[in-house]
Each structure stands twice: as C-alpha cells, then as structure tokens.
Nanobody, 115 residues
Framework: QVQLVESGGGLVQPGGSLRLSCAAS????????LSWHRQAPGKERELVAF???????TYQDSVRGRFTISRDNAKTAIYLQMNSLKPEDTAVYYC?????????WGQGTQVTVSS
C-alpha cells in the first residue's frame, strides 16, 4: 500500500533553514506528481509546493523564492528545502500524493520557527 513518511522537522530560529524529507513507497514513484502541504493551528491545510513527474514545480506565493521542492526517483523521496524561515511558516508539514483517485498523506512533521 501507499506509504509516505516525513522527517526533518524541528525548532529553528527566524531566518534559519530546514530540509524536510518524504520517503515514499507502494506506487511507481517516478510516474507521479507529489506535493508538500502544511497546516498551522486553527487553520486549514494548504498547498506549499508541488513537483510533477517531469520535475515541473509550483509554489505558494508566500514561500516562492525561499522554499525549493525536489525529488530523487532513485531514492523514491521528495524534499523541501526551506530557507529564510519566518514564524508564520510554523506548521505541521505533510507530503501528499493523489493516486488512483485517492489522496494519501504522511503523518506529518512539525516545523516551529521561533526565537
């Protein structure tokens, strides 16, 4: 079955960096788009970044220029490099795939940006 496992979250000061990873299994990884989403307390889950099977990327306006999504098909993983972090980036970050008509999510990884 589809499995997504996020890692790499933590506590970081404003202006700092983190790199999130999402290890995927259970499907033909190279053929599918994946994405990163986040959910802050009291807010709805929102799309942060998307990468297609052909490595085309899109970003939410608030993170464009600071975050970079990438994928490694050999390792069946996607990554989110987050630079110049701000307190408003604090959230639980999830990776996602829409596969065969269903949405699959990992368990999430907490990112806290605070001094």
């Amino acid at each position: 079955q589809v499995q997504l496992v996020e890692s790499g979250g933590g506590l970081v000061q404003p202006g700092g960096s983190l790199r999130l990873s999402c290890a995927a299994s259970g499907f033909t990884f190279s053929a599918y788009a994946l994405s990163w989403h986040r959910q802050a307390p009291g807010k709805e889950r929102e799309l942060v970044a998307f990468i297609s099977a052909g490595r085309t990327t899109t970003y939410q306006d608030s993170v464009r220029g600071r975050f970079t999504i990438s994928r490694d098909n050999a390792k069946t993983a996607i990554y989110l490099q987050m630079n110049s972090l701000k307190p408003e980036d604090t959230a639980v970050y999830y990776c996602n795939i829409a596969w065969r008509g269903s949405n699959y999510w990992g368990q999430g990884t907490q990112v806290t940006v605070s001094s």
